[in-house]
Every structure is written in C-alpha cells, then in structure tokens.
C-alpha cells in the first residue's frame, strides 16, 4: 500500500499489488474519499489480472465536484480496502490516505 500524501491529480496511485507464486486479480477494492462536507465513495482499478511474480498500480480517477472540492479546500482524505486473490490465497488490506493540492499563490 502507499503511504502517506499525494498530491491532487486527475488519477493517482493508491496502492501497488505484487504477485508471489501465481498470477492475481483484484476481487474488490474501494475507496471512500472527503474533502470538506463533500464524500464519495469510488473504485480504485488495475489494468486486468496480474501476471506471477508481477507488480500493478491501483489508481483511483478522481473527477467532477470531488476534485474541484480537494483542490478548493487543498486537501482530502482517501481511506482504500483492497481484497486481492491467487491460487496461494487470498488477502486485504486498509490504508489511510492524504491527498494535498497546491494552493494558488495571491499577488
């Protein structure tokens, strides 16, 4: 999982799975974001099943109001759970997240 702050984008990387003993899927993954009074509940993604031995970002697009909200109120928290599968098993896992924006400077 990542850690720590991002920084506001239009898709950002919350979290990177990596493949041990055979190839894996993400089985069910969220996102709960809030920036101010605004929250919304998203799903991250990964670009299809993930090879052995192989790693993959998650990413979560932000768009509309959400991100307009995070870049008015220069930040947001994102808390992601993450289930992923293989034929060695399953597991998941919870992190907590901070997303930053740049604040325009006045002058």
């Known amino acids: 999982m990542v850690s720590g702050k991002l920084k506001l984008a239009k898709s950002i990387q919350v979290a ?3 493949c041990g003993f055979g190839p894996c899927t993400l089985d069910s993954a969220t996102a709960q ?3 101010g009074k605004k929250k919304a509940t ?3 993604t990964v670009s299809g099943p993930i090879a052995a031995g192989g790693t993959a970002p ?3 697009t932000l768009k509309g109001k959400f991100f307009r909200a995070i870049k008015k109120k220069g930040k947001g ?3 992601v759970s993450l289930e992923a599968s293989s034929p060695a098993g399953s597991t998941k896992a919870t ?3 901070k997303v930053t924006a ?3 400077k006045k002058g």
């Open 16 to 18: 990177t799975i990596t």
């Open 33 to 35: 974001l809030k920036a």
């Open 42 to 44: 998203l799903t991250p």
């Open 58 to 60: 998650v990413m979560l």
């Open 77 to 79: 928290k994102v808390q």
């Open 95 to 97: 992190t907590k997240l």
């Open 102 to 104: 740049k604040k325009k």
